[in-house]
């Protein structure tokens, strides 16, 4: 753990909290962009949609999650996280099952993974 000892208590760093919050920032745009392109793709499914479509069915359960984790992600910006807070909240991300099949998401959580890696 990266710390300084400043007068009896301990604090992250400086570097380590703005990159921290940083990736923090970075999760939460990749939420609302994947979560844009769900809602289009729901809005653009072929209708009429039957109840037991289970493509569709699976698309609003994704939809649902990624608006759970995006509520999640929000609630806590702007705050003052402890430094194992914002990695907890970064390593829970990274280890979630995937919201869609792109190959571009699982670079990215690959890529946030090895970010974390080089400041733990």
């Known amino acids: 753990m990266k710390s300084s000892v400043n007068s009896s208590t301990t604090t992250e760093t400086a570097p380590d ?16 962009d994947l979560r844009r392109a769900l809602a289009a793709e729901i809005l653009n499914y072929p209708t009429p949609i039957p109840r037991c479509d289970a493509q569709f069915n699976h698309l609003y359960e994704q939809q649902a999650r990624l608006t759970r984790d995006l509520d999640r992600v929000g609630a806590i910006a702007g705050k003052s996280l402890k430094r194992e807070d914002c990695i907890d909240l970064i390593e829970r991300f990274v280890a979630s099952a995937p919201y869609t099949d792109d190959d571009g998401e699982r670079e990215f959580k690959s890529r946030m993974k090895k970010q974390l890696f080089a400041l733990t």
């Open 17 to 32: 909290s703005k990159k921290l919050e940083a990736m923090r920032n970075e999760i939460r745009l990749h939420l609302e």
